[in-house]
């Protein structure tokens, strides 16, 4: 009875520390990463937005938001509403993306991102990135501080 009582123990536990560390843990913002793989990083997590858990493609991209546009935002909870929103819906679950680099500096850089969302229509929008200069754990690192509401380009088909 011991041993099925170990057995059943053990087995639970790897079950809970394999359920725990399933998860990846969200890319954080840090000095190495740079202004086009800030935009990969929101774009992939919003590509496959509810695959290891909800909305965690939608949480990546608000780790990447710079603090001045989570003011503008609000909380997590408003900046979910909001890309669910008519506005940036079509970024949930895309199909596919481009982005191109439009200009830059050493403070800062903007892409034109064309999403081809679910229902094969292509979407234009402009992505900027600022690097943040207060001091903190943010000090040098990359941050989203405008999207553009989108541009229609039309079907794929």
């Given at each position: 009875?011991?041993?099925?009582?170990?057995?059943?123990f053990?087995?639970?536990?790897?079950?809970?520390?394999?359920?725990?560390?399933?998860?990846?843990?969200?890319?954080?913002?840090?000095?190495?990463?740079?202004?086009?793989?800030?935009?990969?990083?929101?774009?992939?997590?919003?590509?496959?937005?509810?695959?290891?858990?909800?909305?965690?493609?939608?949480?990546?991209?608000?780790t990447?938001?710079?603090?001045?546009?989570?003011?503008?935002?609000?909380?997590?909870?408003?900046?979910?509403?909001?890309?669910?929103?008519?506005?940036?819906?079509?970024?949930?679950?895309?199909?596919?993306?481009?982005?191109?680099?439009?200009?830059?500096?050493?403070?800062?850089?903007?892409?034109?991102?064309?999403?081809?969302?679910?229902?094969?229509?292509?979407?234009?929008?402009?992505?900027?990135?600022?690097?943040?200069?207060?001091?903190?754990?943010?000090?040098?690192?990359?941050?989203?501080?405008?999207?553009?509401?989108?541009?229609?380009?039309?079907?794929?088909?």
């Amino acid at each position: 009875m011991l041993e099925k009582l170990r057995i059943i123990f053990s087995t639970l536990l790897i079950l809970l520390l394999t359920t725990v560390y399933s998860f990846s843990e969200l890319v954080n913002p840090n000095k190495n990463i740079t202004p086009k793989e800030v935009v990969e990083i929101q774009l992939n997590g919003l590509k496959q937005n509810d695959l290891e858990y909800k909305d965690r493609g939608i949480e990546q991209t608000w780790t990447f938001a710079h603090p001045n546009n989570k003011r503008v935002t609000g909380p997590l909870g408003n900046f979910k509403r909001m890309i669910k929103g008519a506005s940036y819906k079509m970024m949930i679950n895309h199909l596919s993306h481009t982005i191109t680099e439009l200009g830059s500096s050493d403070k800062w850089a903007q892409f034109e991102v064309i999403i081809l969302d679910k229902d094969k229509i292509y979407h234009k929008f402009n992505w900027q990135v600022e690097k943040y200069t207060d001091e903190g754990v943010l000090k040098d690192c990359w941050l989203t501080t405008m999207v553009s509401s989108p541009i229609p380009l039309g079907s794929s088909i």
